[in-house]
């Protein structure tokens, strides 16, 4: 597993976290300010977590906070700043949407502090340090979602030292699944789209994400005994009896979500390696989707 660039780089977080933390009163005003009615756009792993900045937020008290697809922003709403996510800023959603947005305050959260959606918009928060090789993110994502938990007031090193912890969790048990269905609550929501999004990507291995709350209104038929129902953060009173009956395997760990995600990428990128693929270089995917 060390022998991928995922692997280092998934590795790395607990000291990115801290770096981005470290940076978060340098780019303070470039980011959402208390009170103002927010936007949070990427694609992908960024929209993701888009979905649990904009939860943190509310929870917060920072003020109403929205996340989209940048292929499905609502032009005809009004936001006081938009928050763009983009590792590479090469994505032509989120460059187009920059375009179109002249008259919001726009901020491009990227690894890339030249790339072509940087002039588009109003402010650059670069993460160079986060970015990847892998085409796979793990990183720059929760990096960039470290930054924006310090600027709401976040205890970054308490999540660095859970961080930290996922990294020595044993998997061994758990590369065995014939699937796994990652369900969570509030911001933990995004994760669990991330958690199996990674895990399609890297091991093209069957994988859901659904609200924990959610997970007995359908989902649940598919558990099984071989089958995995991860939670990322505390699950609902009841649901780990609930799956326990079904006979699949519950899985839960004592971490902030965040850091949860961290045992799931993990568990993607062994997955990969155990079927034989290149967890750095996914079927079908690109750094970054550049349309003509």
């Not at 292929?71 to 983009?86: N, T």
């Not at 590369?175 to 958690?195: K, P």
Request: glycine share 6%; with cysteine.
């Amino acid at each position: 597993m060390t022998d991928t660039f995922v692997a280092a780089e998934l590795a790395s977080q607990p000291s990115t976290w801290r770096e981005a933390a470290a940076l978060a009163p340098t780019f303070a005003a470039m980011l959402p300010q208390k009170g103002e009615r927010v936007a949070v756009v990427g694609c992908g792993t960024s929209w993701f977590i888009a979905m649990s900045y904009a939860v943190l937020r509310e929870q917060a008290g920072h003020g109403v906070t929205d996340a989209f697809a940048g292929s499905e922003y609502p032009a005809d709403r009004e936001y006081d700043r938009v928050v763009a996510i983009s590792r590479s800023g090469t994505t032509t959603e989120i460059i187009t949407l920059l375009q179109q947005l002249k008259s919001t305050p726009t901020v491009l959260i990227t690894a890339v502090a030249d790339s072509p959606a940087a002039p588009e918009a109003t402010y650059v928060v670069a993460l160079p340090f986060a970015d990847e090789r892998s085409v796979v993110q793990t990183r720059f994502a929760t990096t960039a979602l470290t930054l924006l938990r310090a600027n709401i007031g976040h205890d970054i090193e308490a999540l660095a030292q859970d961080g930290e912890r996922a990294l020595e969790i044993s998997i061994d048990d758990l590369t065995g699944a014939d699937q796994v269905s990652f369900v969570g609550r509030g911001f933990a929501i995004g994760l669990t789209f991330e958690a199996a999004l990674k895990t399609r990507e890297a091991a093209q291995f069957w994988a859901e994400s659904y609200p924990a709350m959610d997970y007995r209104h359908g989902p649940i038929a598919v558990a099984q005994p071989g089958r995995l129902v991860w939670s990322l953060g505390a699950a609902p009173e009841g649901l780990s009896d609930e799956v326990a009956l079904t006979g699949a395997t519950f899985v839960q760990h004592d971490l902030d979500p965040q850091a949860g995600l961290v045992v799931a990428q993990r568990f993607a990128v062994a997955l990969a390696l155990q079927r034989g693929l290149d967890p750095d270089h996914p079927r079908s995917l690109t750094r970054s989707v550049i349309l003509a």
